[in-house]
C-alpha cells in the first residue's frame, strides 16, 4: 500500500514537472551479438546510478533476458494479451531494483494483438512513462518494417557490433534505415566481444566512417565489452555478469557504458511521448 502511494506520488510530481522516462532501444541487426546480455547488465548499471528502469523484452515469444537473469517471471506479456493481468500486474523485479516485463517463451501459438488490447497498452504506458527514468526495449534480431517504425519513435537507439564482418554490415544496414527516414533520436555504438581497445577502435572507426561518408551522420561510440571468461561463466550459471564478477574486465567497461551514455543523453520531454505511443501503435497493429 506503501508502495503505491509512493509511486502516485511520483507521477503527480513528474506529470506537473512534465517529465517522463527516456525511451531506448538496444538492437544488433543480426542475432548472436550478446545484446540482451548487454541490455541486462546495462539495466543494473543505470539503476545503481539511482535511476528507475523499466526494461522490456519485445522478443515476444521468444525472449531469453529473464534466463540470463536467473528469474523465472510469473506473468509475461502473454498474460497481458490474455487479458489474465493488467499491465502492472505483469512487471517484475529484477536484480538490483530493475523492473522487468518478459515477452513470454515457448508458445504454443502466435501472439495476437486485437485494437482494445493496443489501445489499453498504450494508456498503461502512458501513465507508467511518470514513474520511471529509462525504458529500455530489447528487440530481436532483424528490422522488419514494423520494427523500424517503432525504433524511429525512440529517444536513443544502440546498436551491438561485434568484430564479425557480417555483424558490421548488418548494423550499417540496420542504422540506415533508420537515418534514411529521418530517425530524429541519439543513434549510438557499443562494441561487444572485442580482444582489446584498439580492436574496438579499428572496428567501430571503419564502421563511423561508413556512416559519415555515404550517409553523412557521426553516430558516438559509448564503449565496449570485451571477450571475458567471466561473462561465459555468468551466462552459464544465469547470473547478470555485472554481478557476477564486479571487478571483471566486461563489468567494469559496462559500468562506464551507462555512465557515458547518462552523461551524455538528453532528458526525455513529455512532448515524445505520443509520438512514441502512436508508434508502438502501429508496430503491434502489425504483428
Same mark, same amino acid.
Given at each position: 500500500?506503501?508502495?503505491?502511494a509512493e509511486k502516485l506520488r511520483?507521477?503527480?510530481?513528474?506529470?506537473?514537472?512534465?517529465?517522463?522516462?527516456?525511451?531506448?532501444?538496444?538492437?544488433?541487426?543480426?542475432?548472436?551479438?550478446?545484446?540482451?546480455?548487454?541490455?541486462?547488465?546495462?539495466?543494473?548499471?543505470?539503476?545503481?546510478?539511482?535511476?528507475?528502469?523499466?526494461?522490456?523484452?519485445?522478443?515476444?515469444?521468444?525472449?531469453?533476458?529473464?534466463?540470463?537473469?536467473?528469474?523465472?517471471?510469473?506473468?509475461?506479456?502473454?498474460?497481458?494479451?490474455?487479458?489474465?493481468?493488467?499491465?502492472?500486474?505483469?512487471?517484475?523485479?529484477?536484480?538490483?531494483?530493475?523492473?522487468?516485463?518478459?515477452?513470454?517463451?515457448?508458445?504454443?501459438?502466435?501472439?495476437?494483438?486485437d485494437p482494445e488490447k493496443i489501445?489499453?497498452?498504450?494508456?498503461?504506458?502512458?501513465?507508467?512513462?511518470?514513474?520511471?527514468?529509462?525504458?529500455?526495449?530489447?528487440?530481436?534480431?532483424?528490422?522488419?518494417?514494423?520494427?523500424?517504425?517503432?525504433?524511429?519513435?525512440?529517444?536513443?537507439?544502440?546498436?551491438?557490433?561485434?568484430?564479425?564482418?557480417?555483424?558490421?554490415?548488418?548494423?550499417?544496414?540496420?542504422?540506415?534505415?533508420?537515418?534514411?527516414?529521418?530517425?530524429?533520436?541519439?543513434?549510438?555504438?557499443?562494441?561487444?566481444?572485442?580482444?582489446?581497445?584498439?580492436?574496438?577502435?579499428?572496428? /567501430?572507426? #571503419? +564502421?563511423?566512417?561508413? *556512416? %559519415? $561518408?555515404?550517409?553523412?551522420?557521426?553516430?558516438?561510440?559509448?564503449?565496449?565489452?570485451?571477450?571475458?571468461?567471466?561473462?561465459?561463466?555468468?551466462?552459464?550459471?544465469?547470473?547478470?555478469?555485472?554481478?557476477?564478477?564486479?571487478?571483471?574486465?566486461?563489468?567494469?567497461?559496462?559500468?562506464?557504458?551507462?555512465?557515458?551514455?547518462?552523461?551524455?543523453?538528453?532528458?526525455?520531454?513529455?512532448?515524445?511521448?505520443?509520438?512514441? /505511443?502512436? #508508434? +508502438?501503435?502501429?508496430? *503491434? %497493429? $502489425?504483428?
Amino acid at each position: 500500500m506503501h508502495d503505491q502511494a509512493e509511486k502516485l506520488r511520483l507521477r503527480l510530481r513528474r506529470q506537473t514537472e512534465g517529465k517522463t522516462a527516456q525511451t531506448v532501444a538496444v538492437i544488433s541487426g543480426k542475432g548472436g551479438v550478446g545484446k540482451s546480455n548487454f541490455i541486462l547488465n546495462f539495466a543494473i548499471s543505470l539503476s545503481r546510478q539511482g535511476r528507475r528502469v523499466l526494461l522490456f523484452d519485445m522478443d515476444i515469444g521468444m525472449g531469453n533476458v529473464h534466463l540470463l537473469a536467473g528469474l523465472s517471471p510469473k506473468t509475461s506479456i502473454v498474460d497481458f494479451l490474455t487479458g489474465a493481468c493488467s499491465l502492472p500486474e505483469i512487471i517484475e523485479k529484477g536484480p538490483e531494483s530493475i523492473s522487468f516485463i518478459s515477452g513470454g517463451s515457448g508458445l504454443s501459438a502466435p501472439v495476437k494483438w486485437d485494437p482494445e488490447k493496443i489501445a489499453e497498452l498504450q494508456r498503461e504506458i502512458r501513465q507508467l512513462m511518470f514513474e520511471y527514468d529509462d525504458f529500455l526495449f530489447d528487440f530481436g534480431a532483424g528490422m522488419q518494417e514494423e520494427t523500424v517504425r517503432l525504433l524511429l519513435g525512440m529517444d536513443h537507439v544502440i546498436t551491438i557490433v561485434t568484430p564479425e564482418v557480417t555483424s558490421i554490415m548488418d548494423a550499417y544496414s540496420a542504422m540506415k534505415l533508420l537515418i534514411l527516414n529521418a530517425y530524429g533520436g541519439n543513434l549510438y555504438l557499443v562494441g561487444n566481444r572485442m580482444k582489446n581497445e584498439k580492436e574496438n577502435f579499428d572496428t /567501430l572507426n #571503419r +564502421l563511423q566512417n561508413a *556512416l %559519415s $561518408r555515404f550517409l553523412h551522420q557521426k553516430v558516438p561510440v559509448l564503449g565496449y565489452l570485451p571477450e571475458d571468461a567471466f561473462v561465459v561463466q555468468a551466462a552459464k550459471l544465469q547470473i547478470p555478469f555485472l554481478l557476477y564478477k564486479e571487478n571483471g574486465k566486461a563489468a567494469k567497461n559496462v559500468r562506464i557504458i551507462a555512465e557515458r551514455f547518462t552523461g551524455t543523453a538528453s532528458p526525455a520531454e513529455a512532448g515524445g511521448t505520443g509520438r512514441f /505511443l502512436e #508508434r +508502438l501503435k502501429d508496430f *503491434l %497493429s $502489425r504483428k
